[in-house]
């Protein structure tokens, strides 16, 4: 498996934060706009700013999806990536953020 790489996500906004999210991963995930080929399976050390914190959270994800550069539609290129149990913490606090839009059909990056 290739080595891990590190990754830097400030979200702006619960739209995108929404966008973003991948509540259907057991974990939690989420999706990192990027332009570097990753592949299925690897892991990735990701600092991510939520939307109105200034904290940075630290996440170990497995790149569970790809959208290359050039995909169709609206997709735009980058990564999903599946968080790991430890980061459960994180999970919580995002949907904490989003509790009442999770349930909405909004558009996501991936999904």
Same mark, same amino acid.
């Given at each position: 498996?290739?080595?891990?790489?590190?990754? !830097?996500?400030? #979200?702006? %906004?619960?739209?995108?934060? @929404?966008?973003?999210?991948?509540?259907? @991963?057991?974990?939690?995930? #989420?999706?990192?706009?990027?332009?570097?080929h990753y592949?299925?399976?690897?892991? /990735?050390f990701?600092? @991510?700013?939520l939307? +109105?914190? &200034?904290? =940075?959270? &630290?996440?170990?994800?497995?790149?569970?999806? /790809? &959208? *290359?550069?050039? /995909? !169709?539609? =609206?997709?735009?290129?980058? #990564? +999903? @990536?599946?968080? !790991?149990?430890?980061?459960?913490? /994180? =999970? %919580? =606090?995002i949907?904490?953020?989003?509790?009442?839009?999770? %349930?909405?059909?909004? *558009? !996501?990056?991936?999904?």
């Amino acid at each position: 498996m290739a080595a891990q790489k590190a990754l !830097s996500l400030t #979200i702006p %906004d619960l739209p995108t934060l @929404l966008s973003a999210y991948m509540p259907f @991963l057991d974990h939690g995930g #989420i999706f990192v706009p990027t332009q570097t080929h990753y592949a299925l399976g690897q892991q /990735v050390f990701l600092l @991510l700013t939520l939307p +109105g914190e &200034s904290e =940075r959270l &630290s996440v170990t994800g497995q790149v569970v999806w /790809v &959208s *290359p550069e050039g /995909v !169709s539609g =609206r997709r735009m290129p980058g #990564i +999903g @990536l599946h968080f !790991s149990q430890q980061d459960y913490p /994180v =999970r %919580d =606090r995002i949907e904490t953020l989003l509790a009442a839009q999770l %349930d909405k059909a909004a *558009p !996501s990056f991936t999904l």
